[in-house]
């Protein structure tokens, strides 16, 4: 196990966990959400292979649409 910050919240996940797993883990729709993973923002089609590290600062964003 390793701890990440989900939205500056600690969370326990397996060691091995990509971006992907975070979200499913945590029953987070991964339609229209935005992860920024150490201050950067991560594209959707990388989210499967980017493996979570220890004290990994994770924020999920809810998009928006407006007008």
């Known amino acids: 196990m390793i701890s990440i910050f989900l939205n500056d919240e600690v969370m326990s996940i397996a060691d091995g966990s990509s971006l992907t797993d975070v979200l499913k883990g945590r029953t987070i729709a991964e339609n229209g959400v935005a992860l920024v993973l150490n201050a950067e923002v991560v594209p959707r089609s990388r989210w499967p292979h980017i493996m979570c590290q220890q004290d990994d600062m ?10």
């Open 58 to 67: 994770l924020e999920v964003f809810s998009v928006v649409a407006g007008g």
